[in-house]
């Protein structure tokens, strides 16, 4: 082991886990920039961290180390949130054995964005039913309705608990799928969640929004991450950060934003949309589903056939993307920021297609010069394919540059934001 996988070992050893963390969680990433993490942004950051260790690290006791970091700051962030919110978030009664604090951090999260307990209702009681090794079971009363609320550890016990709830005449209401925790709210009736005072959080959004107006960035964004992380249900919160984050092109951190609300707005075709939006720009197999979504629940058609282009060029249907670009009346669809991307996308396009022909036509004039003799042609044949990949690749890398805005021009995938449409984000698109 060279001294750089020894010194990489050691600063994981010098780590600690034992202080409590407050939430928003300032993280620093690895250029160096430090932002703030709800608690799911948190954990899911962390998560994907060990889901792309393999990618990044090719020792593997450096890939161990990097693993077993990831889960220890997972549980010391379950622990800080169970000690930050966990007393105004549940109590239990009649427990046989107490929860780990690192599952109570889960519950009360859970808790508080199912229920907004904490924040615009007191902490409810947790009667036990069963506990044991596999699961643990709770009885509750909110208001009028009663639910069940189910906690599982493993994947194996709780599909079995999902097969059992499809014969069930009760229905999972909400729940929550981690990789080592799986918490599901089982109940007849919809939650009903108590409305926060409408001037409070028009007062909430507006001090978030002026920041942005005068220019700090980053504090009106601490701002709108501190709001959703109280009140999940706050729609304008994620809005808001989702443009602050698109702006300084913070897609990592604007897709686990949009995560987190299209998991509390399922069916609002706004998020889908800007969530397919940021999942095209970091390339992720998922846009299509999401665009699918979006569309089965109302969202614009004009803004799904715009962003499917970027699908079909995903896929590897670069004509297909082409010829809808090319017909002017799908452009003038568009907003004005979004014509200026279809542009320069149909010149990105265009360039491959001209470069892809004129390869081709090069590739069949050597190969016929060889089959007429003319050795010298080899040459040009072999060369003419070995530049092809070559091509391909660096058009592949011009065309990210231009997804990330690292040409140095922003390029709109969706009508651009105004932050004063942040309070009426709903409406948007």
């Known amino acids: 082991m060279n001294d750089i996988y020894r010194q990489r070992i050691q600063n994981y050893k010098r780590k600690d886990y034992s202080n409590c963390l407050a939430f928003p969680v300032e993280i620093v990433g690895y250029d160096g920039i430090m932002r703030c993490y709800s608690f799911e942004d948190s954990i899911s950051l962390y998560k994907e961290r060990i889901r792309n260790a393999h990618q990044r690290f090719g020792n593997e006791t450096i890939l161990n180390a990097e693993k077993e970091h990831c889960k220890k700051r ?8 169970y000690i930050q919110y966990g007393w105004e978030s549940f109590r239990i009664e009649s427990s046989s054995e107490a929860l780990r604090p690192e599952d109570a951090g889960e519950l009360s999260a859970f808790l508080r964005s199912t229920f907004a307990v904490g924040d615009l209702r007191p902490a409810i009681e947790l009667n036990v039913v069963r506990q044991n090794e596999s699961e643990h079971i709770f009885a509750t009363q909110v208001g009028e309705q009663q639910y069940l609320l189910y906690m599982h550890w493993t994947l194996e016990e709780y599909s079995k608990f999902c097969l059992q709830q499809l014969s069930s005449s009760e229905k999972i209401l909400f729940k929550r799928e981690g990789e080592d925790v799986f918490l599901s709210l089982i109940g007849s009736g919809e939650v009903e969640l108590p409305q926060m005072a ?15 107006k005068w220019g700090d960035l980053l504090e009106g964004l601490a701002h709108f991450v501190a709001l959703y992380q109280h009140n999940p249900y706050n729609r304008s919160a994620y809005w808001g950060a989702s443009i602050v984050y698109e702006k300084v092109g913070a897609y990592a951190e604007e897709e686990m934003t949009l995560r987190m609300a299209v998991h509390y707005f399922t069916d609002d075709p706004a998020f889908l949309l800007r969530y397919a939006a940021v999942l095209i720009r970091r390339s992720a197999d998922e846009a299509v589903s999401i665009l699918h979504r979006a569309k089965s629940n109302g969202a614009s058609p004009k803004q799904i056939e715009f962003l499917r282009c970027f699908a ?25 920021s979004q014509r200026r991307t279809a542009l320069y996308l149909l010149h990105l396009l265009r360039f491959r297609a001209f470069c892809r022909l004129s390869f081709l036509f090069v590739l069949a004039l050597s190969l ?29 890398r011009r065309y990210q540059r231009f997804l990330t805005g690292e040409t140095g021009s922003f390029y709109s995938l969706l009508p651009s934001s105004d932050f004063q449409k942040i309070r009426t984000a709903t409406d948007a698109h």
């Not at 409408?198 to 942005?212: K, P, Q, R």
């Not at 060029?313 to 669809?333: D, T, V």
């Open 74 to 81: 997972i549980a010391q962030l379950r622990r800080s949130y």
């Open 312 to 336: 079909y060029i995903q896929q590897g249907s670069y004509i297909k993307a082409r010829r809808y670009l090319e017909k002017k009346q799908n452009r003038a669809k568009l907003s004005k």
């Open 198 to 212: 409408e001037d409070l959080l028009e007062e909430e959004i507006l001090i978030a929004v002026n920041h942005l």
């Open 368 to 396: 016929n010069g060889v089959l007429m003799g003319l050795s010298l042609l080899w040459i040009l044949f072999a060369a003419t394919i070995l530049l092809f990949p070559i091509l391909h690749i660096f058009w592949s």
